[in-house]
């Protein structure tokens, strides 16, 4: 049972289905463009930014333990 409140008018005497129809929920997806994306210069920096601080950590470590390493060991 509805009951139409004051101010709502003729449609609040109509009862709500479940399945109505709703509208689209978002727009449809862009197109792709002809051009490829630009990679920003950040992400070669932060890999040129990686490998140098695996190279100081490696000549840290070579520093520290050179005389433990077993050079003559096959």
Known sequence: ???????EGARAT??????NPVPIASPP?????QRPASKSYI???EAAGIL????????????????????GAR
Not at 14 to 19: A, G, I, M, T
């Open 1 to 7: 049972m509805h009951l139409a409140l004051a101010g």
């Open 14 to 19: 109509q009862p709500r289905s479940y399945n």
């Open 29 to 33: 997806p862009d197109q792709p463009s």
């Open 43 to 45: 992400y070669t920096r």
């Open 52 to 71: 140098i601080i695996g190279a100081v950590v490696l000549m840290l470590i070579l520093v520290r333990y050179w005389h433990h390493v077993a050079w």
